[in-house]
């Protein structure tokens, strides 16, 4: 993720959305979001709507 967001990002997100919510994968997500200085609402098992 660090990769791909500084190589291509130049806005930081406000939101992040998830199709799926696998919990192990919710530590990993918080522990990359913390390091790179990003605070945006994540939304797991996301429809697109829970956003607005």
């Given at each position: 993720?660090?990769?791909?967001y500084?190589?291509?990002a130049?806005?930081?997100p406000e939101?992040?959305?998830?199709?799926?919510?696998?919990?192990?994968s919710?530590?990993?997500l918080?522990?990359?979001?913390?390091?790179?200085?990003?605070?945006?609402?994540?939304?797991?098992?996301?429809?697109?709507?829970?956003?607005?």
């Amino acid at each position: 993720m660090k990769r791909i967001y500084h190589s291509q990002a130049l806005e930081k997100p406000e939101v992040l959305l998830f199709r799926s919510a696998m919990p192990d994968s919710r530590s990993i997500l918080e522990q990359e979001l913390h390091s790179l200085g990003l605070v945006p609402r994540v939304v797991f098992s996301a429809d697109g709507y829970q956003v607005k």
